[in-house]
C-alpha cells in the first residue's frame, strides 16, 4: 500500500491542506493518506490560538468525510508522555506490515558500522531494517529544511519518502539550494499543487477581526467554525 502520512495541528483545516492531499494522492498514486493530529506545541501550551482538540477533530472529520483517501489519525494526541513522529512511523510499519524479508535495494552510503548493522539485523533495534514501501511524508518546506533538529531524524530519513509543499514561487531547485548536507541522500519531490498561500493563522486573524474567510474552508466547514469562540480553548 501507498501510505502517506500529513502531520499538524489543522487550527483549522482549510482548502490548503485538502488541496496539498489531493494533488500529492493525484501525483504520487497515494492509497490512503493519514492526517496525524498534533497535539498543542509545548511552546504555545496556554495558547488561546489553539482550539480544543475535540473542536479541531470534528472539522477534520468533516473536511474529509467524502474523501476515502483520507483518515484521521489520533495516535498522536492520545499517546501519554513527548510524542515524537518517528514513533509514528515506527507503529504504522507495524500496523501495515510494511517490513520486507529481504532487501529490495542496496543500503544508503555514509552508515556507522552500528547503523549498518541495525539496518540489516531489524531485531538488534526498534526500527532496523527493510521496508517493502517507504512511507510518503507530507510536509511544508520550513518543516523540511529544520528536519536535520527533529528527534531521531536520521531514522526518519530511512524510513520516508518526503513530499514537500513549496512556498509560492518557489521551483524544486530553490528547495534544493536551500538544504543541508543531512539532506544529500533523502527521497524528497515537490508537490505539485496550486500555490495557495492560505494558513490558519490568516484565517484565525480574520475570524478575529471579522473579516471574510469563508472560502478558505470547505462549506460544510465553514459552517461550523464560523460559530465557534476561538479565544475560548474550552
Known amino acids: 500500500m501507498k501510505l502517506a502520512i500529513f502531520p499538524g495541528t489543522f487550527n483549522p483545516i482549510h482548502i490548503g491542506h485538502l ?39 470534528a472539522l477534520i472529520e468533516e473536511a474529509i468525510k467524502d474523501n476515502p483517501r ?17 514513533e509514528t512511523i515506527h507503529e504504522l510499519i507495524q500496523e ?23 539496518y540489516c539485523h531489524p531485531e538488534k533495534g526498534d526500527l532496523g531494517g527493510f521496508l517493502k514501501e517507504k512511507i510518503h511524508f507530507i510536509m511544508g518546506v520550513d518543516s ?19 513530499l514537500i509543499a513549496s512556498r509560492p514561487g518557489w521551483q524544486k531547485i530553490d528547495v534544493k539550494d536551500s538544504l543541508s548536507s543531512f539532506h544529500d ?12 498561500a492560505i494558513s490558519s493563522t490568516q484565517i484565525r486573524s480574520r475570524k478575529r477581526e471579522n473579516k471574510s474567510y469563508r472560502y478558505l474552508l470547505p462549506e460544510r466547514v465553514y459552517e461550523i467554525y464560523k460559530n465557534l469562540d476561538i479565544e475560548n480553548r474550552y
Open 70 to 86: 483520507f483518515e484521521i489519525d489520533l495516535r498522536e494526541i492520545n499517546r501519554k508522555g513527548p510524542s515524537y513522529t518517528v
Open 19 to 57: 488541496m496539498i492531499a489531493e494533488s500529492a494522492c493525484i501525483q504520487f498514486g497515494l492509497e490512503k493518506i493519514k492526517l496525524v493530529v498534533s497535539p498543542f506545541p509545548p511552546n504555545k501550551l496556554n495558547s488561546k490560538d489553539f482550539l480544543p482538540i475535540n473542536k479541531r477533530v
Open 185 to 196: 541522500e533523502i527521497e524528497w519531490e515537490i508537490i505539485d499543487s496550486p500555490p495557495l
Open 96 to 118: 501495515f506490515n510494511l517490513r520486507a524479508k529481504e532487501p529490495s535495494q542496496p543500503p544508503l552510503s555514509g552508515r556507522s558500522k552500528k547503523e549498518f548493522d541495525l
Open 144 to 162: 523540511f529544511l529544520s528536519l536535520p533538529s527533529w528527534h531521531k531524524a536520521h531514522e526518519l530519513k530511512e524510513y520516508c519518502k518526503f
